[in-house]
């Protein structure tokens, strides 16, 4: 049980719900116990009482009650791990980080993983007082993470997102030769499920969600297809399920798609989906990043390429 204590709202914190502020720092503890301790009184702003809903302003002074929070298993982040996500930094100023996020890497712990990047990065990065993810890629996936360094950055892209005004490009191998039009709009609605063994999974499905996305042929092989895709709304798995609806499962997706055999992969265990570049305009400033592809990606595209050329000889 912690004791009581007394914390002073940073700029960083200005315009942040209080439930969702104590959620942040007191972690383990249970929403409704949050709900309850505010709701009682116990929770003080400026030595009064505040509602679920006050919104923190730079200098407030929050009371915090004694609370039993979870005990957090210690994260290890290994030497090899640290020096990886270095090594995938592609821009950093002092509100923004943005990273190549290698493929097999969680972006955050979870369902059985005690660490992904966010708690990787904030436990080797201690001159980061604030870092949180903008949004999130399949554990799978590689390709450009955004994560905030500050708040107001945070609640910026996430305006812009809500808006539809961030652009994001991936890059996908996908199973069979592309056949008729170079560039398919699909539109197919997206309910999410979850199965009995507790497994989330897409489906396309008319009671769900609109979801579109664009794709466009970059080159055409014997057994497969590099394809662009642009998701113009942002569901959860979209790429992957619009991707089989076509009839071109991505290669490697063992939820979605059924295994082939293709010649020329480097790896035959990996998810081929990138997130290649994402683009977006702030306060009239074009922000616009790309990630290059892992060696394995770009070895399996070229083996592919000279295999078709060899082929049409």
């Given at each position: 049980?912690?004791?009581?204590?007394?914390?002073?709202?940073?700029?960083?914190?200005?315009?942040?719900?209080?439930?969702?502020?104590?959620?942040?720092?007191?972690?383990?503890?249970?929403?409704?116990?949050?709900?309850?301790?505010?709701?009682?009184?116990?929770?003080?702003?400026?030595?009064?009482?505040?509602?679920?809903?006050?919104?923190?302003?730079?200098?407030?002074?929050?009371?915090?009650?004694?609370?039993?929070?979870?005990?957090?298993?210690?994260?290890?982040?290994?030497t090899k791990l640290a020096q990886r996500l270095h090594e995938s930094i592609i821009f950093e100023d002092d509100s923004?980080?943005?990273?190549?996020?290698?493929?097999?890497?969680?972006?955050?712990?979870g369902s059985g993983l005690s660490l992904g990047v966010i708690e990787a990065l904030r436990k080797t990065r201690h001159d980061l007082p604030y870092l949180e993810l903008v949004h999130r890629l399949d554990k799978e996936t590689s390709g450009c993470l955004l994560l905030?360094?500050?708040?107001?950055?945070?609640?910026?892209?996430?305006?812009?997102?809500?808006?539809?005004?961030?652009?994001?490009?991936?890059?996908?191998?996908?199973?069979?030769?592309?056949?008729?039009?170079?560039?398919?709009?699909?539109?197919?609605?997206?309910?999410?499920?979850i199965l009995k063994s507790g497994e989330r999974i897409v489906t396309v499905n008319e009671e769900g969600r609109a979801s579109q996305t664009v794709f466009k042929l970059l080159e055409n092989y014997q057994q497969a297809c590099w394809v662009e895709a642009s998701p113009k709304t942002g569901r959860t798995h979209q790429i992957r399920v619009h991707s089989a609806h076509l009839g071109h499962a991505i290669v490697g997706d063992q939820k979605y798609g059924k295994p082939e055999l293709i010649e020329g992969l480097e790896s035959k265990s990996r998810l081929y989906l990138h997130?290649?570049?994402?683009?977006?305009?702030?306060?009239?400033?074009?922000?616009?990043?790309?990630?290059?592809?892992?060696?394995?990606?770009?070895?399996?595209?070229?083996?592919?390429?000279?295999?078709?050329?060899?082929?049409?000889?």
């Open positions: 049980m912690s004791d009581v204590r007394y914390t002073e709202i940073g700029v960083e914190d200005e315009g942040q719900r209080l439930d969702n502020y104590l959620m942040r720092i007191l972690k383990g503890v249970p929403k409704s116990h949050i709900y309850r301790i505010i709701r009682a009184g116990e929770v003080r702003i400026n030595k009064k009482r505040a509602q679920v809903s006050s919104r923190l302003v730079q200098g407030d002074c929050v009371r915090i009650p004694p609370v039993r929070t979870a005990q957090e298993k210690e994260v290890f982040v290994g923004l980080l943005v990273i190549n996020k290698p493929a097999g890497i969680a972006v955050h712990g905030a360094k500050k708040r107001s950055m945070l609640r910026a892209i996430h305006a812009l997102l809500e808006a539809r005004e961030v652009e994001k490009i991936y890059w996908a191998l996908l199973y069979s030769s592309w056949q008729g039009k170079k560039t398919v709009v699909v539109n197919a609605p997206l309910e999410k499920n997130a290649r570049a994402i683009q977006f305009n702030l306060n009239g400033k074009n922000y616009l990043f790309e990630a290059k592809l892992d060696e394995q990606f770009a070895k399996t595209l070229k083996k592919l390429s000279l295999l078709t050329r060899d082929s049409a000889k």
